[in-house]
């Protein structure tokens, strides 16, 4: 049977490869030369697809999978910010005066939402922190004033740039201390070596007033946190490689780290459970549903793409359900042949070709979200409905190598 399936998927790998040339041909062209402003409201299921080889991050309607715009910025991952009052999106990039080598100059970009124009930009250390899922890379704080861009050279340290007058304030040195996450008006925190966080508070004019460590909150060395949180109004929940659950509160004078809990129960952990992936939560605010991503595997297997969507309850600490991730490898072949899913092909690609499966996951936030679901190579971005776990579509053709999803 194993030599029979092997044979199989040797036949259809190669029938497949060569009709993907012809199915793409058959396709008609794209009207070009389109310009066109976007609505003052974004729509409910729009999503930045970030791609690092294309060096751009396009933003896309993942309902009809229409490309409504994108933005380039050079190197590194591109990660775009919306201003609080959604006039404006903003983003950190990096670039060379020899493309891959050369001056290095970073940049905080001030890009208009409506027509993807750039409107400014503001110089600012070439130090901007980079990595793998860019998770937490910059942060604005909650008032929309100031932009916190991380630094790692190898030193750690926070860009300041205040938004409003278009200038850089200030660097602020987070020794021992990584990445950033907006915690108040004029507050964000790092995540720390020794299990504890930084908490920089800034003055009004953008510049450091405090700086202080809060209590030790996980053990770094037991059982450390990942960097790829998820927030809900004032609280952030940060899961541990064990899959153990830490929620922050940032609403008080002082942090506060409620009682840790579980993702898995004894039956998932025999069977191999484990958290995993480049963006591997994503949560809905107004219902508190917390979507994991899942795969088998163990120990240190926290960076590993997942098959399955664990769906929880924040406030009863619950699963409510699990949602079976499509075959994205099947589902590339099966958009290069130009057809559908569903019917026999589907089905026997979904099952003959090998699973690499799903890096990143992000939810929309309006009353009826969709949560997408990509990978890098190939890029693929599926979409399915948050709420029952339906599968609903693909988004075809979204780049080359995709490495940040968000919805606005």
């Known amino acids: 049977m194993r030599s029979c399936l092997a044979l199989l998927r040797s036949v259809a790998t190669i029938a497949l490869v060569a009709s993907c040339a012809s199915a793409a041909a058959a396709r008609a062209a794209e009207p070009i030369g389109q310009i066109e402003t976007l609505p003052a409201q974004p729509g409910p299921h729009w999503v930045w697809v970030s791609d690092i080889l294309l060096k751009r991050a396009a933003l896309i309607d993942a309902d009809g999978g229409r490309f409504l715009g994108m933005l380039p910025g050079g190197s590194g991952i591109l990660a775009p910010q919306r201003s609080r009052d959604g006039r404006e999106i903003y983003q950190a990039e990096t670039y060379y005066t020899r493309g891959t080598r050369g001056e290095r100059t970073d940049v905080v970009s001030i890009t208009d939402a409506l027509t993807l124009q750039p409107k400014g930009e503001v110089v600012i250390p070439p130090k901007r922190g980079e990595y793998t899922s860019w998770v937490a890379g910059s942060a604005l704080s909650d008032d929309g004033r100031f932009f916190a861009v991380f630094n790692m050279n190898p030193a750690t340290s926070l860009s300041i740039v205040d938004v409003a007058e278009r200038r850089f304030v200030a660097e602020i040195d987070t020794p021992g201390c990584s990445l950033v996450y907006a915690a108040g008006p004029r507050r964000f925190l ?135 991730l499509r075959n994205p490898t099947a589902s590339f072949v099966l958009e290069q042949l130009a057809m559908p899913p569903g019917g026999a092909i589907d089905w026997f690609l979904q099952r003959a070709l090998p699973n690499q499966g799903v890096a990143r996951i992000a939810v929309t936030q309006d009353d009826a979200p969709v949560l997408l679901a990509a990978t890098a190579f190939p890029a693929t971005l599926a979409v399915y409905d948050a709420r029952s776990g339906a599968y609903l579509r693909d988004v075809s053709e979204v780049g080359i190598a995709t490495n940040y999803v968000a919805a606005p």
């Open 190 to 324: 790092s995540l720390c070596a020794d299990g504890t966080a930084l908490v920089v508070t800034l003055d009004d004019g953008g510049r450091e007033a405090s700086k202080t460590h809060t209590e030790r909150w996980f053990d770094p060395k037991a059982d450390p946190v990942t960097e790829k949180a998820a927030r809900r109004g004032d609280q952030w929940f940060f899961v541990s490689f064990e899959g153990v659950v830490h929620p922050i509160d940032v609403s008080g004078p002082a942090l506060r780290f409620a009682e840790p809990w579980s993702l898995l129960s004894d039956a998932d952990r025999k069977e191999s459970w484990r958290i995993g992936g480049m963006q591997q939560l994503a949560l809905h605010a107004a219902t508190g549903r917390l979507y994991a991503l899942m795969h088998h595997g163990g120990v240190d297997t926290h960076k590993a793409p997942g098959t399955e969507v664990f769906v929880y309850d924040v406030d009863k600490r619950a699963r409510l359900e699990r949602i079976e």
